[in-house]
């Protein structure tokens, strides 16, 4: 169902989009806790152990209980709201483009849309459209996750008004380099890794054992994130230490707190105070979170383009009938 299939062309590209939305909904509710994690775990300074007393947070059993404790449970979903409207936002754009340019594919080139190279070329072109559209949510999201207590921006509109006075517009594309940089092999890797391994699935499970199509998608989908997360993380870090530049006096409950100017001058400083394993901090948290997040987003993708393509073949059987 992902991606442009001429057998099976069921889903247009509004539904597309819709159905995105609502996969980027639904999925958010279940993993902010763990993204406010993992951002949490990025932007320290500090060694993530428990033998370096100046670290805030050393595993990811000690940081849900340093969190709840000193935020309380509403913490793990700081920020939900920007980062709804970007999960949202985020999903529509995405499967859309996917959807669109798997099909321009199709139709233009003599290359097959359901290739697995095709949709890691599509997939990483959608991932990059998706991205520009969302950044300023992105950055806001990562701002309100970021700040611990007393709050530096008290709700959206509080913290647009003031990054934009402060700051000017360029802030809320913080970090847009290496996040451009990351998403096209991150999410080239999610659809081509996705449609290989339901290949693979389909080639091992004979055709009377392929009623648990909704856990073969998760399972897939889950794998998928995975690998992709494992290849591209550095990038994600680069872009959440440059998206709070300028933002320096929240965190400083948190430990240390560093100024970059630029990406390199991220990769040098990282590597000089912190080490080649300082680019993979908060790795844990996130490959859980890729697995959850990209699994139940192709299962509820897949989800819900079989509930729109059921009520337009439903529609049309009454039409015939009446």
């Given at each position: ?135 300023p ?26 990054m ?7 802030t809320?594309y ?37 009623k ?11 794998c ?33 707190v ?5 990406l ?17 901090k ?24 079989s ?14 009938e009446?």
């Amino acid at each position: 169902m992902v991606g442009y299939d001429p057998e099976a062309n069921c889903v247009s590209s509004a539904e597309a989009a819709a159905a995105g939305s609502a996969s980027g909904f639904v999925t958010r509710v279940f993993i902010s806790p763990l993204d406010v994690i993992k951002i949490r775990f990025q932007l320290q300074i500090e060694q993530l152990s428990s033998r370096n007393p100046g670290a805030k947070y050393h595993s990811i059993l000690q940081a849900v209980q340093c969190i709840f404790q000193e935020e309380g449970l509403v913490a793990f979903w700081k920020g939900h709201v920007p980062a709804q409207f970007l999960s949202i936002g985020y999903g529509a754009v995405q499967f859309m483009a996917f959807e669109s340019l798997t099909k321009l594919v199709h139709n233009v080139t003599s290359y097959n849309a359901r290739d697995p190279f095709v949709h890691f070329v599509c997939g990483g072109l959608a991932a990059c459209t998706a991205t520009v559209a969302v950044q300023p949510v992105d950055t806001l999201r990562t701002r309100f996750a970021a700040q611990g207590e007393p709050k530096v921006y008290r709700n959206l509109r509080h913290a647009v008004v003031t990054m934009y006075q402060t700051e000017g517009p360029r802030t809320f594309y913080r970090g847009l380099t290496p996040t451009i940089i990351a998403v096209f092999p991150y999410a080239g890797l999610q659809f081509s890794f996705y449609n290989i391994l339901q290949r693979f699935t389909e080639w091992v499970i004979p055709a009377e054992g392929k009623k648990g199509g909704n856990v073969k998608n998760l399972v897939c989908g889950s794998c998928a994130g995975i690998i992709s997360k494992t290849l591209t993380y550095p990038f994600d870090l680069f872009k959440k230490r440059l998206q709070v530049g300028g933002f320096e006096h929240a965190r400083a409950a948190f430990g240390q707190v560093r100024m970059y100017s630029g990406l390199l001058d991220c990769i040098r400083q990282i590597m000089r105070e912190e080490g080649p394993g300082g680019y993979f901090k908060g790795l844990s948290p996130s490959l859980l979170k890729a697995a959850v997040s990209t699994g139940l987003t192709f299962f509820w993708y897949e989800l819900f383009c079989s509930l729109l393509c059921a009520l337009k073949n439903t529609d049309s059987t009454t039409r015939k009938e009446g």
